[in-house]
């Protein structure tokens, strides 16, 4: 366990719907990083946060996605209408930008199947 | 897109014996670190290696570095079955932080 949650860990939905996402990180994390993992492949970078900011956003997130982090602490990400292409796993992670640690935190992730 | 980029091997040992995984890489970087995600679930970091290091130990864990080849790997001295994983390399990509896996390596310790 390292001190990242990620709910739920499952999520089937069908083509179309909406779904919601919620990561927890490390409570000092000031940094949140979300990243999508498809089958046989690693990570990619999605979108990411320094405290409530966000600051920067993959090509991959496209208007059908969006992500929050309102206090700093807790982010979301939402897929609107989801679509086929989005089943994957979606990992977050955190890190405290300012110590000489470049380690990320990773949650279990969230497996996405779209039906 | 992806920096790191590992031989995409499935490596399938006996328990006791090595594994040595490589990974390359594209661009100047900061350090490189692997990670380690079993079936299904999150990324544990294993170890990192900074630019300017070579090699580094940690315990059962060796990684290597060449920067002027780009490229870096990790071995697994006497391997466990519990050391079954997919293995990834990352590099950090400068100003976001973020990091930039490659596709991993299948391990598979049979006991």
């Known amino acids: 366990d390292t001190g990242v949650s990620q709910n739920p860990r499952h999520k089937i939905t069908k083509r179309g719907q909406n779904v919601t996402f919620r990561c927890d990180p490390i409570s000092e994390h000031n940094r949140l990083y979300w990243y999508r993992q498809t089958l046989g492949q690693g990570p990619e970078f999605l979108t990411y946060?320094?405290?409530?900011?966000?600051?920067?956003k993959s090509r991959l997130l496209s208007d059908r996605f969006s992500a929050e982090r309102p206090k700093g602490s807790f982010s979301t990400l939402e897929i609107q209408r989801t679509e086929q292409g989005d089943s994957a796993m979606y990992l977050c992670?955190?890190?405290?930008?300012?110590?000489?640690?470049?380690?990320?935190?990773f949650g279990p992730g969230t497996r996405l199947t779209v039906t | 897109s992806q920096q790191g980029e590992e031989d995409p091997q499935a490596l399938s040992i006996q328990e006791g014996e090595n594994a040595t995984m490589n990974c390359s890489y594209k661009t100047s970087i900061n350090n490189l670190q692997w990670y380690r995600q079993n079936s299904g679930r999150g990324l544990v970091h294993l170890i990192l290696?900074?630019?300017?290091?070579r090699e580094k130990h940690s315990g059962r864990l060796r990684v290597t570095l060449d920067t002027s080849k780009k490229s870096s790997s990790l071995l697994i001295t006497a391997s466990r079955a519990a050391d079954t994983a997919s293995y990834f390399c990352?590099?950090?990509?400068?100003?976001?932080?973020?990091?930039?896996f490659g596709k991993g390596n299948q391990v598979v310790v049979i006991p």
């Open positions: 946060f320094q405290n409530e900011a966000q600051l920067e």
């Open positions: 992670a955190s890190i405290n930008l300012g110590t000489e640690s470049y380690e990320q935190y």
């Open positions: 990352a590099t950090l990509v400068y100003g976001n932080n973020r990091l930039a």
């Open positions: 290696i900074r630019s300017n290091e």
